[in-house]
């Protein structure tokens, strides 16, 4: 199995709402990532965790808070976003365990599309 | 800004010809990766170059790197209409961490 999992597909949210983003994996990945990707741009990394601790933050702003509970899961919770936070959301793993250059290789879900109003 | 930059940005060719995309950056690498990614989806790992190889081969995917030039470059030979795509680098700096920045992407057509 070599799918990342990410719910929801698409989510609309006001300003003052509260959400979430949920992201899972079951290679026994011991990195996970979230990108930010806005319209015909590259993927910007927000976060890296790397044994369920947070290895990177990107200077991402407060609103957005990542969270990994276990191993297998990784989560990003949003709070008062603004509409140019509207974007697609991309997480990743990758093996971050064994030595060589395999545990470089990331495997994507296939993105939430947020949209902020 | 610390992204590779690729060119060209958009490339529309019929099905059956060459397609190369290009990548540049401004720092060492440990090594280079390429990715694609179907309109609006995730992106797929394609290959992944080590900082002393010169060339690889996948299928009808060629690398190539260049270290002294600081450029890597990415050959679909007969291409498909299901290459139709953005193609991105990533590379990962010496330092050691999981840190992969993205070139900006080639936008390939392929017309049937």
């Known amino acids: 199995d070599t799918e990342v999992t990410q719910t929801p597909k698409h989510l609309v949210m006001g300003m003052t709402n509260k959400k979430s983003l949920k992201c899972e994996q079951h290679?026994?990945?011991?990195?996970m990532y979230w990108y930010k990707q806005k319209a015909k741009k590259p993927p910007e990394l927000m976060f890296v965790?790397?044994?369920?601790?947070?290895?990177i933050n990107e200077s991402v702003p407060s609103r957005f808070s990542p969270e990994c509970p276990n191993s297998s899961l990784l989560n990003l919770h949003l709070h008062a976003l603004q509409p140019e936070d509207s974007a697609l959301y991309l997480c990743?793993?990758?093996?971050?365990?064994?030595?060589?250059?395999?545990?470089?290789?990331?495997?994507f879900g296939a993105g939430t599309r947020l949209s902020v109003l | 800004s610390q992204q590779g930059e690729e060119d060209p940005q958009a490339l529309s060719i019929q099905e059956g010809e060459n397609a190369t995309m290009n990548c540049s950056y401004k720092?060492?690498?440990?090594?280079l990766q390429w990715y694609r990614q179907n309109s609006g989806r995730g992106l797929v790992h394609l290959i992944l170059?080590?900082?002393?190889?010169r060339e690889k081969h996948s299928g009808r995917l060629r690398v190539t790197l260049d270290t002294s030039k600081k450029s890597s470059s990415l050959l679909i030979t007969a291409s498909r209409a299901a290459d139709t795509a953005s193609y991105f680098c990533?590379?990962?700096?010496?330092?050691?961490?999981?840190?992969?920045?993205f070139g900006t992407g080639t936008r390939l057509k392929v017309l049937a």
């Open positions: 170059i080590r900082s002393n190889e």
């Open positions: 965790y790397s044994y369920e601790k947070l290895s």
């Open positions: 990533a590379r990962s700096t010496t330092s050691g961490t999981y840190k992969y920045i």
């Open positions: 290679m026994g990945h011991r990195a």
């Open positions: 990743a793993s990758s093996q971050g365990a064994s030595s060589g250059l395999a545990k470089n290789i990331q495997y």
């Open positions: 720092t060492s690498i440990n090594n």
